[in-house]
Nanobody
Framework: QVQLVESGGGLVQPGGSLTLSCATS????????IGWFRQAPGKEREQVSC???????YYPDSVKGRFTISRDAAKNTVYLRMNNLKSDDTAVYYC????????????????WGQGTQVTVSS
């Protein structure tokens, strides 16, 4: 019933910006915790942002100050704004949702999108 669809990935130059979208259905967006994760080849899936339904947000040090998560309830969509992108940001990015809080362990999240590729290269 719950569906998440990511979009907005692509190729961007170092220092550039990109906004990812996560279109949701089958859920009341304001009732859910929403997170963004990424996975690069040979690396574990890691959380890059999270938004709880009380408005609290979280970011790891690797992206803090560069990435921003936001919600548009009218469109049932969650966004990830990425600024000052670096080559290390290259990965497949996933959005996820849950009825609980911002767990960093991806295995605790119930719903996932299919992912969108972000490549940062000159």
């Amino acid at each position: 019933q719950v569906q998440l669809v990511e979009s907005g990935g692509g190729l961007v130059q170092p220092g550039g910006s990109l906004t990812l979208s996560c279109a949701t259905s089958g859920l009341a967006l304001d009732d859910y915790t929403i997170g963004w994760f990424r996975q690069a080849p040979g690396k574990e899936r890691e959380q890059v942002s999270c938004s709880e339904n009380d408005g609290k947000t979280y970011y790891p040090d690797s992206v803090k100050g560069r990435f921003t998560i936001s919600r548009d309830a009218a469109k049932n969509t969650v966004y990830l704004r990425m600024n000052n992108l670096k080559s290390d940001d290259t990965a497949v990015y996933y959005c996820a949702s849950d009825l609980t809080s911002c767990y960093s362990d991806w295995q605790l999240w119930d719903y996932w999108g299919q992912g969108t590729q972000v490549t940062v290269s000159s």
